[in-house]
Each structure stands twice: as structure tokens, then as C-alpha cells.
């Protein structure tokens, strides 16, 4: 009787021991986890990113580390107009045993305003995350998931939708070297049925999109904002490999791949091989008629036939814009895509204008 109660005794103390060991575990994991966020403001910071919460608080025992941080917001000044970046909450998760993998979901809406106003731009959606692997000192990888995000400029009390989707993932991570000696960074983008109806007519039917692009010629991956990383990438002859790229909008496919550099004004050069399937589809939805007929080239052309006879400039300008579709067939490669006939063409980059052919199609924003 003696030795079952000392037995029972003996039990209790070890589970004691054990609830205070593991307390004793998980408030001592849960403060490298409170530094690890601390180290990763502070990161930010040095890029003139600053993170700031309105109240935070510590939780989620016995298994998890958890915290919450209320009225978060994130002032970007290092760019030429600063922003502020607002929500209503972060919820920032880690688990016990893995304290470098901090898993964060934020609560809607995001606003983005000039510091002081009232928001230019809202973010809505069912469904935001975030995971962060690594340290602050040696990041590894970053990936964003959002499930129906809107987003909506406001102007003048209306709002327009520049951009909604069923779902976007974005990650990146370190492929090569490490974040202290020239890392080669990956980035893959995916996108389920994405419109952006401001951006283009044709934009506004839903498309798909698995992009997959590799960054070469960083020096390192120290806290700094990325026109600086870019602008270092150039003076390093470094370059962007666009490694696997698929986009499909309705009968549309377009899959393509190739490397661009950039400039010395921070803008795209190079060239992408592009095979599309549904190229009739895609010329008229781009509205390629209207483009060519307004070029300056048949600008030209059209006034040396005026002079020749009156209205054949106006004849030879409707022949051109009407034949688009024919004469891009013949320039291109003929092929099969995903059981389609296709056309392989050029994708060109020229101080950041983009080509596919001779049309011209728009162009990017310098990166420094």
C-alpha cells in the first residue's frame, strides 16, 4: 500500500517536472520567436520599411506561438512618394519546434495612402497569408497566398477595380549562394482566373498564369530597397531569366521563355520566344488592327501614296491593318501548342518598350 502510494506520488511530481519543463520550454522558445519578428522589423527598417502595431500580444500554449498584432501598419519612405500601408490586424504563427517558419494571415481591408490622407488604394479578400523561412540575418524563402483578393482604386467616392482573381500565389526564394554572397533569387508567380479590367480591354477576361523567373548578378541580399538591388544588378551585367512562363485566357495559350537585362536608365532589354495558340483571338482582343493603322511607319507610307494618287494612302492603311493577323503568320514560326496550331514570335524588349513582332504592345516601368 506504502509503495503504490509513493509510486503515486513519484507520477505526479514527474508530471509535474514535465508541465514546467515544457512551460519553461515554450516561453523560452516563444521569446526567440518575438526576437526572430523583432530582427525582421528591424531588417525592414534598414530598407525604409517600418512595421508598426498598434497593441501586441503573445499566446497560442502549449503548442504553437502566437502573435497578434492589432492595427498593423507599414510606412514605405525610401521611395520617391512614400506610402502607408494599413490593416486591421496580423496574426503572426510559429510552430514550437520550428521557430525560423513564422506563418502569418492578415486581416482585411489593406489600405495604401499617401502618408496623411485619406487611401488611394483598397485590398479586400477571403483569404491573405504569408510564410517567412530563415532568420533575419540569413532569409531562405517568402511566399504569399491570397484567396480572392480585390483590389480597387478609389476616385473622386467611386471605386475602380484594377485588379480581382480566384487565387495568386507568389514565392521566392534563395536557389543559389546565400543572402550574404550572391544569392540567385527565384521567383515564381501563379494566378488563377486574374483580371485587370483598368489595364487593358483585353485584360478584363480572366487569365491564368504560371510564371517562373530567376534573378542573376545581385551582390548580396542585405536590407535595402530593390531599385538599389536592381540598379546593382546592372552595373554587374546581371540579368532575369524568365525560365517557364504559361498564360491562357479562354482559347488564348501563350508559352514562352528567354533572359533580359536592363539597361543603364533601368529599363528591359532582350527577348522572349513566345508560342501562341489563338493568335486571331489574341490580335483582335489587343485591338493589333488599330495599332498598326496608327503607326508612324504607315503614318508614312500612307502620305507618300496620297502624294502618288489621292486616297491610295488611305486604301494601302485598311490593306495593312486588315492583313496584321496574315502577315505576322508568315513572320512567325508555324507550330503546335497543347494540340493547336500556334506561332512561334519574338517577344522584344527595347528600352523597355515590348514587340511581339511588329506590334507594339506597351511598356514597362524602370526598375531604378
Not at 507599414?74 to 521611395?79: E, G
Not at 485587370?196 to 504560371?210: G, K, M, N
Request: charged share 20%; glycine share 10%; with cysteine.
Amino acid at each position: 500500500m506504502r509503495r503504490r502510494r509513493w509510486r503515486y506520488i513519484g507520477t505526479l511530481v514527474l508530471f509535474a517536472a514535465l508541465i514546467g519543463g515544457w512551460s519553461w520550454f515554450w516561453h523560452y522558445t516563444a521569446g526567440r520567436a518575438e526576437e526572430a519578428i523583432a530582427g525582421w522589423r528591424a531588417r525592414e527598417a534598414k530598407a525604409g520599411r517600418l512595421y508598426t502595431c498598434g497593441s501586441q500580444s503573445i499566446g497560442g500554449y502549449p503548442f504553437r506561438i502566437e502573435v497578434e498584432c492589432d492595427r498593423a501598419a507599414a510606412l514605405f519612405r525610401n521611395d520617391q512618394s512614400p506610402f502607408e500601408v494599413k490593416t486591421s490586424g496580423i496574426l503572426i504563427a510559429a510552430q514550437i519546434y520550428q521557430p525560423d517558419l513564422l506563418i502569418s494571415e492578415f486581416h482585411g481591408p489593406l489600405t495604401i495612402a499617401t502618408p496623411g490622407h485619406a487611401p488611394d488604394i483598397v485590398v479586400n479578400w477571403k483569404l491573405f497569408q504569408s510564410s517567412v523561412r530563415g532568420t533575419p540575418a540569413a532569409p531562405e524563402r517568402v511566399s504569399l497566398v491570397f484567396e480572392k483578393p480585390v483590389v480597387e482604386r478609389m476616385a473622386g467616392g467611386a471605386q475602380q477595380k484594377l485588379l480581382q482573381a480566384k487565387h495568386i500565389e507568389i514565392h521566392g526564394r534563395i536557389a543559389q549562394g546565400s543572402a550574404a554572397n550572391r544569392p540567385v533569387i527565384e521567383v515564381a508567380l501563379l494566378a488563377e482566373q486574374a483580371s485587370a479590367p483598368s489595364l487593358h480591354p483585353a485584360a478584363a477576361a480572366p487569365v491564368d498564369a504560371d510564371i517562373t523567373a530567376v534573378l542573376r548578378g545581385l551582390n548580396d541580399f542585405s536590407p535595402k530597397p530593390w531599385p538599389q538591388r536592381f540598379r546593382e544588378m546592372q552595373a554587374a551585367g546581371g540579368r532575369i531569366d524568365i525560365s517557364q512562363a504559361r498564360l491562357q485566357q479562354g482559347n488564348i495559350i501563350a508559352i514562352g521563355g528567354g533572359s533580359l537585362s536592363l539597361n543603364a536608365d533601368g529599363r528591359l532589354e532582350g527577348q522572349l520566344r513566345v508560342t501562341i495558340a489563338g493568335l486571331e483571338t489574341f490580335l483582335a482582343a489587343i485591338g493589333a488592327q488599330q495599332m498598326v493603322e496608327a503607326s508612324p511607319t504607315v503614318d508614312k507610307l500612307s502620305g507618300a501614296l496620297d502624294r502618288l494618287a489621292p486616297g491610295l494612302g488611305s486604301v494601302a492603311r485598311q490593306q495593312i491593318g486588315a492583313n496584321i493577323s496574315t502577315g505576322i503568320n508568315m513572320i512567325g514560326e508555324q507550330t503546335t501548342l497543347e494540340g493547336k496550331h500556334a506561332v512561334t514570335l519574338p517577344l522584344r524588349f527595347d528600352d523597355g518598350v515590348v514587340l511581339l513582332g511588329p506590334i507594339r504592345l506597351g511598356s514597362t516601368p524602370a526598375l531604378f
